[in-house]
Structures are given as structure tokens and as C-alpha cells.
């Protein structure tokens, strides 16, 4: 299995490097942002995926269980807090662990080690073979394998298949929780494509039937990973 990607959302500084090192002790982790206050963290989570999110409970503005109460995090979170009220709360949210501070290295790899072994299953998992969107007064279902791309427009999102066009205010979270990445991955805020319907990579472009769809700096990186791992 690739590197695990990890974000660290914590207000304390000693905190946040105590994190960071053993982070980088862990062969199979790879630290991809840290943040000293939930609503930066909030705003990176809502357009780049990490595979483990490590979380503080006690911050101002918004705090740790605010924050997954007010957006869907897919993402395995383990709570690190110096509080252990909120064990119940953070169990009811479905948390990966929760490493009451000061947490040894031996507890730290326990969680991490949990963290990988939940994503590894999910990974073995097969793709569905079809999805239900939502358009107009009905649930419509779309085979994934006839799907061709996902345009957003505006508030819409155009979902193009093999035989049909479909238009829902479902949006692109969604849709990436639904279809896995290997399957249909988000290339582009605007843009998630199927990856057994391209034509050709150039450049930052791909040819998919008509279309060239750009690929955006945003979504570059993980999507050349998941071809580079098909090749």
C-alpha cells in the first residue's frame, strides 16, 4: 500500500511538533499540511483529501468535535486532546482513536496502525456497479461504468454517459464519496472524469471522447499517482 497522507489540526505549538515527529518516525505516513486553527483546516479538507486527519478538540473559533459535526470528513480522524469527556462524543462521530495527550510513540503508532488497517479494508473493497443521483423529483441510477466525466456548472453538476446526460444539484463531494478515485477521479474543481474512458494524457489535458478536460494543479499529483499505479 502507498504512503498514508496526513494533515495535523492542532492550536498548540509543542502539540503540533510533538505530532509532526512522530508523524515522520512512521515509514507508511506522509504529512501533507498542518494547521493552527480548525476553520484553515476546514478550508483545506473541503478541497484536498488526506487519508488520516489528526484533530484537537479544545480550539477557538471552531473546535474539533464543531468541526466534524458541521462537515463530512472523509477522512480516518484520530482525536488527540488533553480531555477525556470527550470520548463519547468522538466515538459517536466515528473516529478512528482517540489519544488522550501526553500519548506515548507506542500509542501513537497503535492508532496509526488501526488508521491503516480500516483503509486497507476499504481499498479491498469492490467498486458498486451503479449509483442513484438526484435530478429534478426522482432518483435516477446511473451505472458507473457508463459514465464518461462530471462537468459542474454552477450549481449543477452534469453527470455525461455512454447513452445519456444527466443534471443534479448533488455536488462533487458527493460524488467522491460515492465512486472510488481509481474508478472516476476529480481532476479539476470542475472536472471528475472516468479513468477507463481516456483517450490520451498531454500535458495537463486529458482527451476524453470529444472533450479535453484540463487537469488542475489542485488534483494534479494524486491523479498522476493513480494512473501511475494502473500502468
Known sequence: MDKLTCAIIEDEPLALEKTRSFVEKVPF??????????LTGLSYLNNNKVDVLFLDINMDELSGIALLESTKINSQV??????QEYALKGYELKITDYLLKPFTFNRFLQAVNKAQENLTHHIAD????????????????IMINDIIYIEGM?????????????MTLQNFSDFEKLIPSHVVCRVHKSFMVALNK???????????????IPISDTYKDLFFQIIQNRA
Open 29 to 38: 505516513l506522509q504529512l501533507n499540511a498542518t494547521f493552527d486553527n480548525a
Open 78 to 83: 484520530i482525536i488527540t486532546t488533553a480531555h
Open 126 to 141: 469492490p467498486a458498486p456497479e451503479f449509483i442513484f443521483v438526484k435530478t429534478e423529483n426522482r432518483l435516477e441510477k
Open 154 to 166: 454552477r450549481d449543477y453538476r452534469r453527470i455525461h454517459t455512454v447513452n445519456k446526460k444527466v
Open 198 to 212: 481516456i483517450v490520451s494524457i498531454e500535458r495537463s489535458r486529458i482527451k476524453i471522447a470529444d472533450q479535453l
